[in-house]
């Protein structure tokens, strides 16, 4: 641009139009455009803005004149030095003019009627003006705003602030630049979308690969006992509704896959079932895991990142051990669910998000709520058709067509001959109360046809079966016992299982998770101890503070 006037030699006309063309970012599109105007000194300010949802209503200052509270102008762009040569006007984040309702004052007139407005020797009296003493003390001359069309839709208003009255030949010059500006944005979004969707199907492959790799063998819901045709029943009714789900029950019960059973027969089923595992997320990283982060959010943030609320947007998310969501994000979530809006970690823009969430845990999550550990008011959110899913003991009728199933599928996947099964591993199977339910089963029988011999289970299902049962077995004193007074009664051993546990519990100060636990000491899972608690019927009254 010439210094003493308006007017682009062609060849930096030529050069804008390029650059801009050539950009694939909204936000750099629009700087490049403001400050390419800006660069003029007879230009006091150059500014963009688009139409978009309304975000600051309640603390906008044009909301009494705000007819339409859907949408607005939000300046997106600006760039500008004022006539002493120190103050700039190159910040978006702050200031009145940010926000302008559709209609009001000349920025919203322009985008309402998508007719341009120009005003050369402005007057300080004239009611287009909102900042009068701005006007007085900048020397401003002329205003020119023209809409940004695309197809016939006004997309925002590129305005202009110069301290020279202007020509027609600069106002043709602002209309070629605003045309060109409203194609390059629409390109620059569609190139967005684009890249977004192209993250997206990438997100999804990486979460459908890894699920392939560690999915469960079985892929349908094995049985035909009574407890399992209520689940069945249950799925039936709430899988067409977008209803919270809350799926409880122990350890290896199968949460994951009623979760992805419902998911199947819902109406999204055409979009993807992102499973969390609330456990496994360090608690800094609960935020950005599920919401996103803008780039530079924090150290380490070296680009923007969506969450797994975008990524599964108008699918379904699976919280798996959701009662391990740290009690400050509860209220985010909470926010997410009642109002399917969220914002970016270091971001402040407001997001839309349509998702159905389908929860999962092993723990009380009542209890957990009366201890302080979970909202209430989320609770309640996630609850709205609660599962409850019986232990693999309660089903005892499955157990015969579940090891069947598993015998199959382990043994094409192992590439080997499936064993033989008799009555008597039936038996042995059926008698073991499984406190690891199907996960359990499944991996016994994957070591049962590992060890089988000449196509029988004779050195597998008898020998793991006969471990498992020893598994129920006190593991301190218990051959001392044996030995000093000969063969022991069941009663005799489950009444030492017993002790022992109770003695674990009395030196661990009733610790069950965790370094110098009861179950660390034991050397079994918590969530298996803790089913042996329920079974046995040990309270606290059975250890706490006896010596």
Request: glycine fraction near 6%.
């Amino acid at each position: 641009m010439t210094q003493n006037n308006f007017n682009l030699d062609f060849e930096s006309f030529q050069l804008l139009l390029l650059e801009m063309a050539q950009q694939r970012s909204v936000d750099e599109l629009l700087q490049l455009v403001t400050s390419s105007l800006a660069s003029n000194c007879n230009v006091a300010l150059a500014r963009v803005w688009m139409i978009t949802p309304g975000d600051i209503c309640n603390t906008c200052n044009e909301y009494a004149a705000c007819q339409d509270k859907s949408r607005c102008l939000h300046l997106m762009a600006s760039c500008g030095l004022s006539i002493d040569n120190i103050t700039n006007w190159n910040t978006i984040e702050h200031g009145a003019f940010r926000r302008f309702p559709m209609g009001v004052r000349k920025v919203g007139r322009i985008a309402s009627s998508g007719q341009p407005g120009n005003i050369s020797a402005i007057s300080g009296n004239s009611d287009w003006i909102a900042d009068k003493a701005w006007v007085k003390k900048e020397h401003i001359a002329s205003f020119v705003g023209q809409p940004l069309i695309y197809k016939g839709e006004v997309l925002g208003v590129l305005a202009m602030f110069t301290r020279i009255a202007l020509n027609q030949g600069a106002l043709g010059l602002m209309r070629m630049i605003a045309d060109h500006l409203a194609y390059a944005v629409s390109n620059a979004r569609a190139f967005a979308e684009i890249k977004r969707l192209k993250r997206q199907i990438e997100n999804e492959n990486a979460y459908l690969r890894e699920e392939v790799n560690i999915a469960q063998s079985f892929n349908g819901i094995i049985g035909k006992s009574n407890a399992l045709h209520e689940i069945l029943r249950q799925i039936v009714l709430v899988a067409p509704v977008d209803t919270s789900v809350l799926i409880t029950g122990e350890s290896g019960t199968g949460k994951e896959l009623i979760a992805r059973e419902i998911h199947s027969r819902s109406k999204r089923v055409g979009h993807p079932m992102i499973k969390i595992n609330c456990a496994a997320i360090p608690k800094n990283l609960f935020e950005s895991e599920f919401f996103g982060h803008a780039r530079g959010a924090f150290t380490g943030a070296h680009k923007d990142r969506e969450g797994f609320f975008q990524i599964a947007d108008r699918g379904t998310l699976f919280l798996d051990e959701v009662s391990e969501i740290p009690l400050e994000l509860q209220g985010k979530l909470l926010r997410v669910l009642q109002e399917g809006e969220y914002q970016r970690v270091g971001e402040e823009k407001v997001r839309k998000v349509d998702v159905r969430i389908i929860s999962a845990t092993n723990r009380d999550l009542g209890r957990e709520v009366t201890a302080g550990r979970f909202r209430e008011d989320l609770y309640y959110r996630v609850s709205v058709f609660p599962f409850l899913l019986p232990p693999l003991r309660d089903r005892k009728d499955d157990i015969p067509l579940l090891v069947n199933h598993f015998l199959v599928l382990t043994s094409r996947r192992l590439n080997r001959p499936k064993p033989r099964l008799t009555q008597s591993d039936i038996e042995l199977l059926t008698k073991y109360d499984w406190p690891g339910n199907i996960r359990e089963l499944q991996n016994v029988i994957e070591r049962a046809v590992i060890t089988s011999h000449l196509g029988k289970l004779d050195s597998g299902i008898s020998s793991i079966a006969h471990l498992g049962v020893s598994a129920t077995a006190p593991s301190v004193h218990t051959k001392d016992h044996i030995d000093k007074r000969g063969i022991l009664t069941d009663a005799e051993i489950r009444q030492l299982e017993r002790e022992n546990m109770i003695k674990a519990l009395r030196v661990c100060n009733g610790k069950i998770y965790g370094p110098r636990s009861a179950s660390e000491k034991l050397r079994i899972k918590p969530t298996t101890l803790i089913s042996r608690l329920k079974k046995m019927g040990i309270t606290l009254d059975d250890w706490h503070g006896r010596n």
